[in-house]
């Protein structure tokens, strides 16, 4: 008798039309498996015809009558719904072209995100939605758009400019974080460890302040290679030691954003881009963010040169000041 595994079949084609071929090498068509069954035969029909689901009891049945395992078709069954569900939403993907291309051509070309290219998914948007973690383009207008994003103080990024590229930016931090995982932070003992570190970040930002003479910016990632600023993995490390977590990541042109701070996973984190023309710049957004870490607590998400409207400008105002006495303080002229 013929061996039959799930691995070497069709998986596009509904378990019914394996159960056709075994009915016919047995000698039997529809109505006798019926019988056999205790079906009727326009259920049996509706299982040949894909139209009625494989049922663990149904399985069992044909496992019994065939000598074919039960798991064989569950796993045929289970192989042609994902089949379906992918279809679905390849289908639903072509019906909202724009939403594909909002997007910045860049995530194709940092690898970010590679369209047309990983497992089949050529141009129906599957991979983004890898990306971003999210079900549906709707799922993303929900959470990104829509108030949602993960944080207990909501923020839209509906206000800002280009919200495909922030929500991009956003995204990849939160990757490039899954990828060297962190204790949970507390935020008290978070804050205690960082008064207390201050003047060793402010010393490390005074002996830091210009560019090397050989680098025209501060860079952290080009498309030809890596190229690392030992400012910026010092900094890296002085900030994982407090138990902060410090990300450089490449932002876009139609997003311009030098600065980000949240709470992501219990840890707290300080997303800065990584293109900054002179390392003054870069130690102001870097100390602005670090005031929120020491003030603003868990609830809220904060983005630096960006068009938002903030729900506590107050708060924008105080990581200002703090920034302008940090720099004072390491010696930059204000």
Same mark, same amino acid.
């Given at each position: ?64 009558? $065939? ?24 289908? %639903? ?9 909002? *997007? ?19 141009? %129906? ?10 079900? %549906? ?28 590229? $922030? ?6 931090? +939160? ?24 003047? +060793? ?17 501060? $860079? ?55 293109? *900054? ?36 400008? +107050?708060?924008?105002? +105080?990581?200002?000041? *703090? ?12």
């Amino acid at each position: 008798m013929q061996v039959y595994r799930c691995d070497e079949l069709a998986y596009v084609t509904p378990p019914g039309r394996t159960l056709s071929e075994k009915l016919e090498e047995m000698g039997l068509d529809a109505n006798d498996l019926a019988a056999r069954m205790g079906y009727t035969p326009k259920a049996v029909n509706d299982i040949l015809q894909g139209n009625c689901r494989i049922t663990p009891e149904v399985a069992f049945s044909l496992e019994v009558i $065939t000598e074919i395992p039960a798991s064989f078709w569950l796993r045929r069954q289970i192989a042609y719904d994902e089949y379906l569900a992918r279809e679905y939403v390849k289908a %639903s993907l072509d019906n909202q072209p724009l939403w594909r291309k909002s *997007f910045p051509e860049e995530l194709d070309v940092r690898g970010w995100v590679r369209r047309g290219k990983i497992e089949g998914d050529d141009k %129906s948007g599957l991979s983004l939605l890898k990306f971003f973690a999210v079900a %549906s383009p709707q799922a993303w207008d929900g959470y990104y758009k829509d108030a949602k994003l993960k944080v207990a103080f909501r923020i839209s990024l509906a206000e800002v400019k280009d919200p495909y590229a $922030t929500s991009a930016w956003i995204r990849r931090g +939160e990757i490039l974080a899954d990828l060297d995982p962190m204790e949970k932070q507390e935020q008290i003992p978070v804050r205690k460890r960082l008064k207390v570190a201050l003047p +060793e970040i402010i010393a490390f930002a005074a002996a830091n302040k210009t560019l090397p003479k050989h680098e025209k910016r501060i $860079t952290y990632w080009t498309p030809e290679a890596e190229v690392v600023d030992d400012c910026m993995t010092g900094l890296q490390e002085l900030c994982r030691k407090i138990g902060i977590r410090v990300l450089f990541v490449q932002n876009f042109k139609c997003a311009p954003i030098h600065g980000m701070y949240r709470w992501y996973k219990d840890v707290p984190l300080i997303q800065l881009h990584d293109r *900054f023309k002179d390392r003054a710049t870069m130690w102001f957004t870097f100390f602005h963010e670090l005031a929120h870490v020491l003030y603003h607590g868990k609830k809220g998400i904060c983005l630096q040169n960006i068009e938002i409207t903030h729900n506590h400008p +107050e708060k924008e105002d +105080e990581a200002n000041c *703090f920034a302008q006495k940090c720099m004072v303080d390491a010696g930059f002229e204000m």
